[in-house]
């Protein structure tokens, strides 16, 4: 059986003796699913170990798992179980293994972001600085495969409407780092109730996904 990872819940159940072809020669036999006889492992090369994300019913040979468990594994990752039970019929047993394997795949990752503090302007020179990524990004991706970082050099400062000047040059940016720096004193010529309102764009990566944000 194959199946994939999901966001939200989804049970998943299919029944062991349904995926056997099982006849018996003697008319006196019936092949059945033999109750209490189910074993789940997780196979050689799984990314997941977990066996207790596998549910079995015993008495009926019914497995059952939730899609979102495996949400943590990333795209070409796969959870692999192999389940092994025992099907009678008369006075014989024979012992059974199906594969289950759960495909993972890519998730977006959650990106949300703060505003710097305001600043203001001041008549002797001194810089102010903050970092787009560390200091006012937070970041998850539930894939264990994929790390979120910022984007190196996808920084772009633009003069926002209402803006008393379009100096986006007064903003000094390390595209390396999303190091942001500003010194008050360059915009000591803004007069009583004027500011420099300024939109930072960036970008955040993780794994294949590349998410933008903007703070103000």
């Known amino acids: 059986a194959i199946g994939a990872e999901k966001d939200g819940s989804e049970q998943v159940s299919f029944n062991l003796f349904g995926l056997v072809t099982a006849r018996d020669a003697d008319q006196t036999d019936t092949p059945a699913y033999k109750t209490d006889s ?12 977990d066996t207790s994300l596998i549910s079995i019913n015993q008495a009926t040979g019914v497995v059952t ?32 293994t199906v594969t289950l394997t759960i495909a993972g795949e890519n998730d977006a990752p959650v990106v949300s972001v703060v505003d710097p503090a305001t600043g203001s302007e001041k008549d002797t020179s001194e810089r102010v600085s903050f970092n787009l990524f560390t200091d006012l990004t937070t970041a998850h991706d539930i894939d264990r495969t994929d790390t979120s970082a910022f984007a190196a050099g996808s920084v772009i400062v633009a003069a926002l409407a209402g803006s008393d000047t379009t100096k986006t040059s007064l903003i000094s940016i390390d595209q390396a780092t999303g190091e942001i720096s500003y010194d008050r004193a360059v915009f000591n010529f803004l007069g009583a109730g004027e500011s420099a309102i300024y939109g930072i764009g960036f970008d955040v990566v993780s794994g294949p996904d590349r998410i933008h944000r903007v703070v103000t």
């Open 38 to 49: 189910v074993l789940v492992a997780a196979a050689a090369g799984s990314d997941a170990t």
């Open 65 to 96: 798992y939730d899609r979102a468990d495996f949400n943590s594994l990333g795209a070409g990752e796969a959870a692999i179980y192999t389940i092994s039970f025992d099907v009678v019929s008369g006075s014989d047993t024979s012992r059974q």
